[in-house]
């Protein structure tokens, strides 16, 4: 029967024997902690894929999913910080999936785990969907046990977040996202909530092996040799699976966590999608259920971010992208990732780039869908015991604590350094910054006016962030309001051994292994849990407080660490308040952990600057939804991509929420069949503003016809809705002429 291995590395005075025996049992080696497990933790009589059977289900769990996509046009993408990234359509919606489990004796004790295909959590986007649910059902779900995690995918909606700087490109806050990703939040939970059934919980884990990269390497390789020997990579390849049964051990959906970054979709990309982890959640629910439309399978599966900050699906490495240079298509320089000392030419390739990156996209979500399918059909290990969350706020503006050997230290007030504008290997920055340079003179203009954008930093500021020189002292600015924030979300979530460490920040790999190794020897040392303790990250959550890096890696300034705005001892200051909580998920714990003043409201003084809808017009002797360029007339074949354009209204009008902009349908004996969405990734929806002065626009819907299509008559229908200058919007319909597919 194999090890369920785990992923925290032994103590060192245990480690050389361990290894030894466990090197002869596999082979290899993945974090060997789970080696001092007792036998209950393994799984007793699971196989084929079918799942763990109990007599008695100690567990109420509850799956739902719901649309949170926002307008996909004339709105700034979220997670590239481009002002140029500006949405003209849709590839895939965006959804969140939610998960609850209760104890089936007392389901007070319960925890909701939100599974969102943005960026990060947001303070702002929480409250609301807090307020809701604690409104709805009261005392049910609260500030305590609901967990608002997000994907980190960089191909979402944006101007949602309610802190000033990430509003910046979005041209500030846009309201319309933020509402959509409240109410389909709200509405998954809600889901979850009416299929609340008994069911069991099971747990398991896998590698990827190809399936991310370190993109800060030189960061990496300063943290200590003798702890970097403990770890086979310098990232993460596990992937842990918490897997939802009903009763009688029927699958019913899953939580998995597996750390790579969501930027296999580029910053060129205009296309509102879900990245890698939102096409992973896709082909495994569609596999499921082949013949239920994206967004309406009662089978949901979860594909969580864990400790993602300097990992990257551009898995082929980094290359010179300067035509006409001799180091064009050479690897990038490993110290700053430049080309000829800039930037901007330095890009990660991902698998498939040499098709486009929404190949690579695909491959990436693919290999996570694979490992997730391969724990499913293998042996897990029953999860059983109390359910348990914790949750507090802690003001990160110069707090001080005493590290383990009983130094004092302190966080900062938030701050970016200068290798922050620099950017990454999977998004380079603007002008000439470059990571990893330790000097405020890298580039002397911004010396000089950094201080018109944000206040100077003061001299205890200065030290506190040191070795970071200081390029936004957000943690300062407040006018018009937060540009960052200062007090943050920290959160736990326990479900019988399995601990979820909900995180406010992006960490890095060895800044999440410390972190989860920390938290189990507490769990254990505290009587919480025994050795059978498992733990992961999840983030980035509930709080956007950008990154969190080793004290090494900080001291490196990549780009990581120069966005680990409170300072050196960001990851320490997580690892002793999270300690600190640890007791009260004690199975009889009672009372809530020391916590700061909750953040004031940012939104009610949030601006926008985002114009809306004035109206929509077709041209002279054209209405909504004619057909202005359609299909072909001889059949289409696999691999063939069918183009219809219609006369277009901004669909900013009705973000058509649970519903979609278009269908691919098949003729039937019965009439016409709906095989397509927009949530599938085979169609593609644009929008093209033609006349800004008339109102004028058109849509282009296509569909790549998938190997396995069914040969057939196929028509294109595109739904709309337009807005006169003077009354209400009116919905309309498009539809092309009649194709075959052969």
Known sequence: MPLLSYNSALPLDLWDSVESFYNVMRGSFYYLTAFLASSSVFSNGASGGIGIKGANAQYLLGLGIGDITGPVVETNMMGYASLAQTDTGLHMRQRSRAFIVADASNPDDRIVFINADIAMGDTGVRRSIVNQLSNQFSGVYTNENIAFVGTHQHSGVG??????????????????????????????????????????????????????????????????????????????????????????????????????????????????????????????????????????T??????????????????????????????????????????????????????????????????????????????????????????????????????????????????????????????????????????????????????????????????????????????????????????SPTTVDVQMLRVGNFVMLIMPGELTTMAGRRMREALRAKLISSGVLGTDAYVVVAGPANTYAHYVTTPEEYAAQRYEGASTIFGKWTLDSYIDKYSNMVVLLADNATGRPESDEAPNDQTSKAISLQTPVVFDSAPLGKHFGSVLSDVNSSPYRTGETVQVQFVGANPRSNLRLEGTFLTVEQQSENGWRIVRTDSHPSTIYRWTRTNQLTGTSTVDISWTIESGTPAGSYRIRYFGDSKPLIGSVNEFTGTSGVFIVA
């Open 159 to 296: 101007g949602y977040l309610e802190n000033l700087l990430p509003q910046v490109t979005s041209l500030g806050y846009v309201k319309q996202t933020a509402d959509a990703i409240i109410a389909g939040t709200v509405l998954a939970v809600q889901r979850a909530h009416n299929c609340l059934a008994p069911g069991h919980l099971s747990l398991g884990n896998t590698t990827i092996p190809d399936g991310n990269i370190n993109r800060s390497p030189s960061a990496y390789l300063e943290n200590p040799a003798s702890e970097r020997a403990r770890y086979q990579f310098d990232q993460d390849k596990d992937m842990t699976l918490l897997r939802f049964d009903d009763d009688s051990g029927n699958a019913r959906g899953f939580l998995s966590f597996f750390a790579v970054h969501g930027t296999s979709l580029y910053e060129n990309n205009t296309l509102v999608s879900t990245d890698n982890k939102g096409m992973a959640a896709y082909l495994f629910e569609s596999s499921v259920e082949p013949n239920t439309t994206p967004g309406n």
């Open 298 to 483: 009662t089978f949901v599966a979860g594909f969580t971010q864990s400790n993602v900050g300097d990992t990257s699906p551009n898995t082929l490495g980094a290359f010179c992208e300067s035509p006409g240079e001799d180091f064009d298509g050479q690897p990038c320089e490993f110290q700053h990732s430049t080309c000829g000392g800039k930037t901007q030419p330095c890009h990660g390739r991902g698998p498939g780039f040499q098709v486009s990156d929404f190949e690579s996209n695909r491959i990436i979500g693919n290999m996570q869908f694979e490992a997730a399918r391969t724990i499913m059909n293998g042996e897990l290990s029953p999860v059983a015991g109390a359910v348990k969350s914790v949750h507090a706020y802690m003001n990160m503006a110069f707090r001080e604590f005493k590290l383990p050997n009983g130094t004092s230290v302190s966080t900062c007030p938030a701050a970016l350094g200068f290798s922050f504008a620099g950017g990454t290997t999977d998004g380079p920055g603007a002008f000439d910054f470059v990571q990893g340079d330790n000097s405020s003179t890298q580039n002397p203009f911004w010396e000089i006016v950094k201080g018109a954008v944000t206040p100077l930093p003061s001299a205890q500021q200065k030290a506190c962030q040191s070795p970071k020189p200081i390029l936004l002292n957000t943690g300062s600015a407040h006018t018009p309001y937060d540009w």
